[in-house]
């Protein structure tokens, strides 16, 4: 494998002076035009690791939910999972290494891992819609044949869908077909099986509104449509034509302001979704006649899923052991709601969704969540295996029904990543099969009202925190005196933890009414501010 390529292409990715920047769960994040160079050297830094695994690595040029102005990129790793923890530090490494360093950083990183640079290779790249999409996958491109190697372009895609391919690829194709259309109609199959277990489904189709943040899923759910039959009539709204990426529209913007998106129209009880930009978190929602704004964020997505998922395991009677990972930020009531009345184990990890998705493996089906909308199930390959044999050969015919849509479950869901396409389809097959409307589903438990605050800080590594980020290990006297003021509130939890990015720390409260939240919530920064170096202005009340 020849390094002198290389060299003589850095040149023409230079790297500007002084910037640094660090490989996070989001891979890398900033302005669109200070990160040709970070292009340049993934594609580098793709090629090592698809030898060093001998398989398919994927590469995405997205910045999700950020502003169009940005962009970023991440790796997809042979399963279709977010890169190895230990590889993240080389991509940070080679991001910032100088010019003339870039070749030593790669030999370095090949020493270390015992890289055989014979081995064949192969890099599958996709881009969102940004403007400077297609400029920065190019870059990419340059990258990965500067060493030689074959890579397919698979150009506009989402997150989701790419994590899918690269997954196939390595997996011989047991996991679907490797392309966009293989990925549609693995989907529209599996649904159109589950809905075939609806008996009124052809009385009404059922429709859902989405708002495509004028993004990649936007196009995507286009395509998908043409592989749906009638069983659910999507209105697409913010599909890219005019408005602009992420810009008062999509998941996040939902989930943060408690409010609908611009550019749809929305009539009472009528059930909507948006998708973020890169089409990897999905939170609901609808307006009821008094003209109340109600979200159906990651914990109700969770909760229904599950639900659905353990009262089909009831039928088919199998034991199996299914779990729900949250963190901290999940609805006190969510938790409750699981492990009280649905007997489902809940386990909490720490923020970020490596984190979740690690948990989830441990059981044979793990439903996890954010509170934002990004998230999956992982079926176990013991428990996939023993509900696709009770599929094909139970003679009970009401367990062989059961096993069947547990099955279309499994083919329904993408369980690589966090998938708004997957996990919208997924939940309009159970909302139907259990005819419920979204006033019914938002109606199975009642979220506690809740506040987060962010308090400014001269250094927010003085907070440590333990039991998955819920306690507070120092500064010395914060957990304690967050405990003293929780008691003084009904139904009432708190925590602090320091921000990933910034010098802030987020403040969680939630307790039995929005006034006894926000009181909480503004009490406990108070706290933060005088016992962890708050800077700038007191906290004032809410």
């Not at 120092?474 to 009432?492: A, N, W």
Request: aromatic share 8%; with cysteine; proline share 3%.
């Amino acid at each position: 494998m020849d390094f002198t390529a290389v060299a003589r292409l850095s040149a023409q990715h230079p790297k500007p002076a002084g910037l640094m920047l660090q490989y996070g769960t989001a891979g890398f994040r900033t302005k669109a035009e200070q990160l040709d160079h970070i292009m340049y050297r993934m594609g580098l830094l793709a090629v090592l690791r698809s030898k060093q695994t001998k398989s398919t690595i994927g590469v995405m040029v997205t910045a999700s939910h950020n502003p169009e102005e940005d962009n970023g990129v991440k790796l997809v790793d042979p399963l279709g999972e977010m890169l190895a923890a230990a590889w993240e530090e080389y991509a940070t490494c080679l991001a910032n290494a100088e010019e003339q360093d870039v070749t030593s950083v790669l030999q370095d990183v090949s020493q270390k891992e015992r890289i055989n640079l014979q081995q064949e290779a192969f890099v599958a790249i996709g881009r969102d819609t940004r403007p400077s999409s297609e400029k920065l996958s190019q870059a990419v491109i340059d990258g990965v044949t500067a060493l030689g190697v074959q890579y397919h372009d698979y150009g506009l895609v989402t997150t989701p869908q790419l994590h899918y391919i690269v997954c196939c690829r390595n997996t011989k194709e047991q996991y679907g077909t490797s392309s966009v259309k293989g990925y549609y109609q693995k989907l529209t199959k599996a649904f159109a099986e589950l809905c075939k277990q609806v008996s009124s489904y052809g009385d009404a189709p059922r429709g859902v509104k989405v708002d495509g943040a004028n993004g990649i899923g936007a196009l995507k759910l286009k395509e998908l449509e043409n592989y749906l039959q009638k069983e659910c009539l999507i209105e697409l709204f913010n599909d890219g034509t005019k408005g602009k990426l992420n810009c008062f529209c999509g998941a996040d913007f939902v989930k943060v302001q408690q409010k609908p998106p611009q550019g749809m129209e929305m009539n009472p009880n009528e059930k909507c979704c948006s998708f973020d930009g890169d089409a990897d978190r999905i939170v609901y929602y609808y307006i009821d006649s008094a003209g109340q704004f109600h979200l159906l964020d990651g914990d109700k997505i969770a909760t229904l899923i599950s639900t659905f998922l353990k009262e089909l395991l009831i039928k088919v009677g199998l034991n199996l052991k299914i779990a729900v990972i949250q963190t901290a930020y999940a609805n006190g009531s969510s938790t409750r709601y699981l492990e009280e009345t649905m007997k489902v184990s809940v386990y909490c990890t720490k923020t970020g969704v490596k984190h979740l998705h690690h948990k989830a493996q441990e059981f044979d089906i793990g439903v996890y969540f954010e509170a934002n909308g990004h998230g999956t199930v992982l079926f176990s390959k013991t428990a996939e295996e023993k509900i696709r044999q009770m599929a094909k050969g139970e003679v009970d015919a009401e367990k062989k029904k059961a096993a069947k849509m547990l099955e279309n479950t499994i083919d329904l869901i993408n369980q690589t990543v966090g998938d708004a396409i997957s996990d919208m389809l997924v939940i309009e097959a159970i909302l139907a099969v259990k005819s419920f409307t979204v006033q019914q589903w938002d109606a199975v438990y009642t979220d506690l009202p809740n506040r987060q605050l962010k308090v400014k800080v001269a250094d927010r590594r003085v907070i440590d925190t333990t039991d998955a980020e819920r306690r507070a290990v120092t500064p010395p006297g914060l957990q304690e005196k967050i405990d003293e003021l929780v008691k003084k509130y009904r139904l009432s939890r708190a925590f602090v933890r320091p921000s990933g990015t910034e010098d802030v720390v987020r403040v969680y409260a939630e307790a039995d009414t929005q006034e006894n939240a926000d009181a909480l919530a503004h009490e406990v920064s108070l706290a933060v501010f005088h016992l962890a170096g708050g800077i700038g202005d007191e906290p004032t009340p809410l």
